[in-house]
């Protein structure tokens, strides 16, 4: 099975702009969500952004609202995420995932548990 696969990932300073791309695999087209998580040094890993795969509603944390945007292309091939006005506290690995279920009722507040497709993850340094 292909997996999931991060890129764009970097350092940069703070006040930059990073896109983070992730091919997204066929079996994934019919999975109800995608969303980027993130995993910093000693801490839980986080959902940041969601996106439904059929209707394109998307979900934010509060950490990264008005800086972030999440999006899928129209063959749902690829995920991005734009990432502007990057913060020290941005710092982490970025994962892209994909649920194991096809159908339910909203993508908000995304859980590990419920992803069962995962990336190998890329990392992202802001440096203040």
């Known amino acids: 099975q292909v997996q999931l696969g991060e890129s764009g990932g970097g350092s940069v300073q703070a006040g930059g702009s990073l896109r983070l791309s992730c091919a997204a695999p066929?079996?994934?087209?019919?999975?109800?969500?995608m969303a980027w998580f993130r995993q910093a040094p000693g801490k839980p890993r986080e959902g940041v952004a969601s996106?439904?795969?059929?209707?394109?509603?998307?979900y934010y944390a509060d950490s990264v609202k008005g800086r972030f945007t999440i999006s899928q292309d129209n063959a749902k091939d690829a995920l991005s995420l734009q990432m502007n006005s990057l913060k020290p506290e941005d710092t982490a690995i970025y994962y892209c995932?994909?649920?194991?279920?096809?159908?339910?009722?909203?993508?908000?507040?995304?859980?590990?548990?419920?992803?069962?497709?995962w990336g190998p993850g890329t990392q992202v340094t802001v440096s203040s």
């Open positions: 066929e079996y994934t087209h019919s999975r109800k969500c």
């Open positions: 996106i439904d795969r059929l209707t394109g509603v998307t």
């Open positions: 995932a994909a649920t194991l279920q096809t159908y339910g009722s909203t993508c908000a507040s995304p859980s590990v548990s419920t992803y069962g497709f």
